[in-house]
């Protein structure tokens, strides 16, 4: 922990679609290392009030806020590269032999979660959904 006076500045997202694409794929029951994938997710994930929940979290650790936002990111990467994405679609620890053969079962997922969407020119993306908290704040 900091020093009484010290500065934190962290951020990390709050909730990602991504979160919803691991929990479907462990419930395919074939990725034994997607068993622990809640290990990986934003405590704040299944939270209405992350914000809140935050500032007390902080406040009984001792620590000022001096700034906090929670931000909705949105990024839509063509389907066509999102096998290449592993380390956004699946930052866990995957196998190297798995790799490739996870990222095959992810687009299906990703499908059945409606995450999928097609632009004007009817190319397929990835719509990435996340919320980004980005905290300042100071030890009392």
């Known amino acids: 922990m900091l020093k009484p006076g010290g500065e934190i500045l962290f951020y990390f997202p709050v909730a990602a679609n991504t979160f919803q694409l691991y929990k479907v794929l462990d419930e395919q029951g074939k990725w034994q290392f997607l068993r622990d994938y809640e290990m990986y997710c934003s405590p ?4 209405t009030n992350p914000k809140d ?23 839509k990467f063509p389907l066509q590269y999102v096998q290449k994405l592993q380390q956004i679609l699946i930052p866990l620890p995957v196998p190297d032999q798995l ?13 059945s979660l409606n ?5 004007e ?19 009392i």
């Open 121 to 139: 020119n009817g190319t397929e993306y990835y719509d990435f959904i996340y919320n980004l908290a980005i905290l300042y704040a100071v030890r």
């Open 99 to 111: 790799s490739g053969e996870i990222l095959k079962a992810a687009v299906p997922a990703l499908r």
């Open 53 to 75: 929940e935050l500032k007390i979290f902080l406040n009984k650790k001792g620590y000022k806020i001096l700034s906090l936002n929670i931000d909705e990111k949105r990024y």
């Open 44 to 47: 704040y994930k299944d939270s």
């Open 115 to 119: 995450f999928i969407g097609m632009d």
